[in-house]
Each structure stands twice: as structure tokens, then as C-alpha cells.
């Protein structure tokens, strides 16, 4: 009995460690996080437009053609990282790339976009991060998607790279119809 709770432990931790360990070997990557609304339609939302802009977002206005949607927020350390590829993205991508800027002040949102660029054809404001729960979204930045008819077809949780946008945004816009 006394040899069984010395094992016990051990058997435990080796178990645990294997089950943990598994995906590092497997080459699963638990940075991507899958959605469930790929191959969805957008959510139904009707945002307000940042302050001294015309317009906001609403799900009327993914519909027609091949679009970005990107979730941000000033105060978010990781967007500030992704705006330079944003920006490039928006000059080389032919796609508008729509804004949906959360809990933040509108403010803080116009000083970020006026220090770091502004590549978004349009802005909603989602101050109770309501919509961007609506999208699945985890936290800023996350970008995704929407093909002609306003379904999603594509999720990263994550900032966008050259590389993300090279490898997988370029060739996905092309094969959705994109120039």
C-alpha cells in the first residue's frame, strides 16, 4: 500500500506531463484559434462612426465585395505593432479594410490613427465591445475576412506579420476575387 501512494504521484505527473506535451510534438499550433462563424454571415450590427467621420460599420456594408475587417483599440500594445502592416496592406491589398475600434475613447482612437496611419476605409465605434463579442473575437487585435456576400471566411487572433500577410491574407483575397 505504502509503495502504491509512492507511485501514485509519479504515474500522475507522467500522465499529465504526456498529455500536455503532446501538442509541442504534433506540431499543433494552439496560437490559432478556430471560429465557428467561418463561412458565416457577419453578425447583424450597426456601429456608430468615429468622431469627424461620416460613416460607421454596419453589416449592410460587407456585402458586395471582398473586405477586411479589422478589430483594434488604441490602448491595445499589439495593434500598435500591426499598423504599419495594415497600412501596407491597405496600399497593396485593393480590399477596403474596415475598422471596428473597441472600448476605447474616441479621442485616444483619433491620436492613434493620426500618429500610426489610418488605413481603414471606414470605423465603428464599439464602445461596450458588444459586436466584437458578436464576431468571436477574443481581445484586439483580430482580423478577418468577409467574401462578396458577407460571410466570413477568414479568422487570426493574433497581429497580422508581412509574413501572415504574404503567405495567407494575399493568396486568400486572389482566390475570393481580388486583384
Keep these: 500500500m505504502r509503495r502504491l501512494l ?22 499543433t499550433d494552439n496560437s490559432v484559434i ?7 454571415p457577419v453578425p447583424t450590427f450597426d456601429l456608430p462612426p468615429l468622431p469627424g467621420r461620416e460613416h460607421g460599420l454596419s453589416s449592410a456594408d ?11 483599440a488604441s490602448w491595445c500594445i499589439p495593434c500598435r505593432a500591426e499598423e504599419p502592416v495594415l497600412m501596407g496592406l491597405s496600399k497593396t491589398a485593393h480590399v477596403p479594410i474596415r475598422g471596428i475600434d473597441q472600448k476605447d475613447k ?3 482612437a483619433l491620436k492613434y490613427l493620426a500618429e500610426l496611419g489610418d488605413p481603414y476605409t471606414s470605423i465603428g465605434m464599439d ?4 459586436v466584437s463579442i458578436d464576431w468571436g473575437a477574443y481581445g484586439a487585435p483580430e482580423t478577418f475576412i468577409v467574401d462578396a ?31
Design 62 to 72: 460587407l456585402k458586395g465585395q471582398v473586405q477586411i475587417v479589422n478589430i483594434f
Design 34 to 40: 478556430p471560429s465557428p462563424l467561418i463561412d458565416q
Design 149 to 179: 456576400e458577407g460571410r466570413i471566411r477568414f479568422k487570426q487572433a493574433a497581429p497580422l506579420t508581412p509574413a501572415d500577410v504574404k503567405d495567407t491574407i494575399l493568396p486568400l483575397l486572389a482566390k475570393l476575387g481580388t486583384k
Design 106 to 108: 474616441p479621442e485616444d
Design 6 to 27: 509512492f507511485v501514485l504521484p509519479i504515474l500522475l505527473f507522467v500522465g499529465l506531463a504526456t498529455y500536455f506535451a503532446i501538442p509541442l510534438v504534433d506540431g
Design 127 to 130: 464602445s461596450d465591445r458588444h
